[in-house]
Each structure stands twice: as C-alpha cells, then as structure tokens.
C-alpha cells in the first residue's frame, strides 16, 4: 500500500541548475498538489492538477513546472534553482475527502 | 481565494488538560472540508481530524474534538488529556474541489 511516493528525498543543488521532483500515487485520485513548506512556516500551494492533462498555478508557482501525462504521475520541474527555493517540498493526492501526502523532499540550494 | 488563519502561533499546555487551537477561514463556498492536520518534527503530515461543511455535528476522534462555526467561519481543535506526544505543529486546513489552502500553524508543547 504504497499511497504517495515522493522522489528524493534530499537534495541539494547548485544555484542554476534544473531538477526534476517525482511523485506518483497509486490511489487513482483525480486531484494532486505540490506545496512547498519553508523552515517554520506552512504549506504554500505551487500547482495542482484535477486531472490527467489539467493543471493549475496555486500561490506560489514562479519558477517551477508541472505536467500531469498520467492519473498517476505529477513532477515538479524547478529551472534555473535559486536559494529562494531552498525548502521541503510535498506532493499529495485526494479523491475528494482526504488528503494523502507524501513524505517530502528536503531540497536546499546553495 | 481562500485564506485560513491561525491567530496561535505557540501554545503551551500542562500534561493531562485540555488546549484548544483556534482557525478561522474565509470562503464563499458552501460545501467544504476542514482538516486539522499534526506535523512533529519529522515533517511528515499526520491527518487529526476531518470536518464536511454540510454536517452539523461536530467531529470528534478519540481526544480530540472540534467545535465547527459555519456562519462564523471557525474551526477550533479540542485537545484532551494532552499527551507529550502532542508537541508538534498543528495545520488548520481547507478543502474545496481542486483547491486546498492551509494555516500557518500553531506550534504546541505539552509539557510534563
């Protein structure tokens, strides 16, 4: 019962450079999100997606990327990484009720 | 969009009483779900207790209860017996269809 999986979990990259953040859930929940969480703070919305091939900018999107090609999948795409995206960030899924989360990924950019 | 506020950014409470969390939320939706969700220090989100907008009763898990203000636009977490295990950060969070924002927290230490 895998729920939603994260990939990685650490991080760290250089000012610049791209990255690519997996998620996959196995749930088959039309609804998936990426927040990004900074030390002592909440969650800020990035994108979420309410289906395969439909997806939404949330609060906080500049500098990131989604796609969403399968019901399953949902990566995150940071380019040019800048220390201002230094954060933990989590993926999670729902089929209406429920939020199910993934354990995050700690990324810092130096 | 919608905003949740948690007006608590600390809260401290004695082993075996009760604390209550506050959030507010503002929405012009009538059908919605609030959640109060616990973070300990490992970050991974544990969901607490879930709340549907068009119940009128109360949710309740075990110690924890909330207490659901529609028109008020409130939703309080009820702590009993606090535990040490307790201490960590409390996310109030809403729910409406493709949309889920979150507070900024509150973070509890139970003490002994």
């Known amino acids: 019962n895998a729920g939603v999986t994260q990939t990685p979990k650490f991080r760290i990259l250089k000012i610049g450079q791209s990255m690519t953040l997996q998620c996959t859930q196995d749930?088959?929940?039309?609804?998936m999100y990426w927040y990004r969480q900074d030390p002592g703070m909440g969650l800020k919305l990035i994108y979420y997606?309410?289906?395969?091939?439909?997806?939404d900018k949330g609060e906080v999107p500049n500098g990131y990327n989604v796609s969403r090609s399968t019901t399953e999948d949902f990566p995150l795409r940071l380019e040019l990484a800048a220390p201002s995206q230094t954060s933990v960030y989590f993926c999670a899924s729902t089929a209406g009720n429920t939020i199910y989360f993934g354990e995050g990924s700690w990324l810092t950019v130096v | 969009a919608q905003t949740v506020t948690q007006s608590q950014p600390e809260m401290s409470v004695q082993e075996a009483e009760t604390v209550t969390l506050s959030c507010t939320y503002d929405t012009s939706e009538n059908n919605y779900y609030l959640f109060w969700y616990k973070q300990p220090p490992s970050r991974q989100m544990i969901l607490v207790i879930r709340q549907e907008a068009y119940k009128q009763q109360n949710a309740t898990e075990n110690r924890f209860s909330v207490n659901f203000q529609k028109a008020a636009k409130s939703f309080s977490l009820k702590i009993s017996d606090s535990q040490l295990g307790d201490t960590a950060m409390y996310f109030c969070?809403?729910?409406?269809?493709?949309?889920?924002?979150f507070g900024a927290g509150t973070r509890l230490t139970v003490k002994p």
């Open positions: 997606s309410v289906g395969a091939g439909i997806t």
């Open positions: 969070a809403f729910m409406e269809v493709g949309d889920m924002r």
């Open positions: 749930m088959n929940h039309n609804y």
